[in-house]
Structures are given as C-alpha cells and as structure tokens.
C-alpha cells in the first residue's frame, strides 16, 4: 500500500490497531513534524494519535507487515528479528 499517494483509511489502520493494542505503537515521533508542530510537548491521548495518523502518512510508523494475524510495525532491530522469526516459522 503507496501511503503517500493515499493515505490509510480509518477502517485499516483501526484493525492495525486492534492487533497491536494501541494506537501510540503505530505513531513515529521520529517524524519531522511531530516536533515542529509541538507534539513533543503536548500529551497525546489515543484518540489524537489515531487522528494525526489518519491526517497525514508521515505519522505512521513504517513499514507495517501484516501476515494473517501477526502485525510488526517499525524498522528497529528487535522488530526485524521478530519478523525474520517469524517468517523462519511460518515458511
């Protein structure tokens, strides 16, 4: 999915959401404009972060891989071994 040329819908990204548990797990404070906005300043509550993700791509955190149940958000080592686990499993 091309996130740039149409953002997530509400109804994907609520289903990503169910399988992580929150919303602030989806949410890239490593974004340029979450401290040119001011977000690092405010407190954000589960609602904002699934509103400013909804609103603008840059906020979700990247890439999502979905396979079947099994969600993994993010690039950082500890998700990318998890995946690599995973797909050694499951193929």
């Given at each position: ?81 998890q995946i ?8």
């Open positions: 999915m091309d996130i740039k040329r149409t953002n997530i819908d509400a109804d994907t990204l609520d289903i990503i959401a169910s399988k992580t548990g929150l919303y602030e797990s989806l949410f890239s404070r490593k974004a340029m404009k979450y401290k040119a906005l001011g977000l690092n300043k405010q407190n954000l509550s589960e609602q904002d972060f699934r509103q400013l993700i909804l609103e603008e791509y840059t906020f979700l955190k990247r890439p999502v891989l979905i396979d079947g149940n099994h969600v993994f958000v993010g690039n950082s080592k500890d998700t990318v071994n690599i686990k995973h797909l050694n499993v499951v193929y």
